[in-house]
């Protein structure tokens, strides 16, 4: 358990952080098993008089995609799917390439799909257009890996053919219970309650506008309940999680980012996501108890660094007097 002079260093460094323009966003950090700190830091949009709160929510970028490969896998689990399934088993009406193109490449983004084109698509409707119309993929699947949001697309509409149901439904009620989830947002919208806002170095704000669905916007309490529930199999198994885990390169991403398992026990998960102004950091270390979550709403963010200063800070003999000075200070 971290000393009470850590704590104070934490602090300490979390308050350089801000004062220097390194750090606007929402921090939780727990070390053997105990959130030894929650805090707000910072403003909760671009006019800089509302300070954040801890119940803001945040757009976590890439980690929301965490909930459509958790629901692929419980799917799975359930046996009314198989990784090896080819997406137009599902999906039939796209092209040939479907039938080469498996749910398990969907999740290690070896499929070959090309990047959403943003400049045509601005809803889901759009997104099915172009893939509808796509005559060729980037590579033959498992050939090469790309990492981007066809993938991701995909996973979600294949939840909705298998389940019955909306994704945003299906995680409403079939994820965010059991994870402990219960102050989440999907897709929010101008005028949503309680969503930070990202903005710039120079003060312009991100807009709201939902172009494609499915993205849960969490507040630092509920992520740390959703790594709890990674880390202790609540959803899936040991089993899956390794599944999605396993990857020939460990510098690539898989759905669930990066992590490492010691037989049934999960080692580490680390997972990064980036939106606009938004980046948002989950690193966990089951065997030291640690989660840092650092979720953030201004661009001049370094979160790994931010992380980074926070692990040295923990991991300082017991006693010693912690100075770190914040990334980036001037």
Aim: overall charge neutral.
């Amino acid at each position: 358990m971290a000393t009470e002079p850590q704590v104070v260093s934490l602090n300490a460094y979390l308050d350089h952080a801000r004062d220097t323009g390194t750090l606007n966003g929402n921090v939780l950090v727990a070390d053997r098993g105990k959130v030894i700190l929650r805090r707000a830091v910072g403003y909760a949009d671009a006019t800089r008089k509302v300070p954040l709160s801890l119940s803001d929510r945040f757009d976590i970028g890439s980690i929301a995609k965490e909930f459509d490969v958790v629901g692929i896998l419980m799917l799975a689990q359930e046996h009314k799917l198989s990784l090896s399934d080819p997406v137009s088993r599902f999906i039939p009406d796209l092209p040939s390439w479907s039938k080469s193109v498996t749910i398990n490449d969907l999740l290690h983004y070896t499929s070959g799909l090309p990047d959403i084109d943003w400049n045509t698509v601005n809803n889901d409707a759009d997104a099915f257009r172009n893939l509808r119309a796509l005559e060729k993929l980037d590579f033959p699947p498992r050939t090469h890996y790309a990492y981007n949001n066809n993938n991701t697309f995909l996973r979600r509409r294949i939840i909705e053919k298998v389940s019955g149901m909306g994704f945003n439904d299906f995680v409403r009620s079939r994820v965010f219970p059991k994870a402990k989830v219960t102050d989440a947002v999907i897709d929010p919208v101008e005028g949503t309650p309680r969503v930070a806002r990202g903005f710039s170095a120079n003060l312009t704000q991100d807009t709201l506008k939902v172009y494609l669905s499915g993205w849960p916007a969490l507040t630092v309490d509920d992520l740390f309940h959703w790594s709890n529930c990674i880390t202790m199999f609540c959803l899936i198994t040991p089993e899956s999680t390794r599944q999605i885990l396993a990857s020939p390169d460990p510098k690539r991403q898989t759905g669930l980012g990066h992590g490492e398992m010691d037989g049934d026990r999960l080692v580490k998960h680390v997972h990064d996501g980036n939106d606009h102004n938004f980046e948002a950091l989950l690193m966990v270390f089951p065997a030291k108890g640690r989660t840092i979550i650092l979720m953030t709403s201004q661009n001049r963010n370094d979160v790994y660094a931010i992380a980074d200063a926070i692990n040295g800070i923990l991991d300082a003999p017991k006693g010693q007097s912690v100075l770190i000075q914040a990334h980036g200070a001037k």
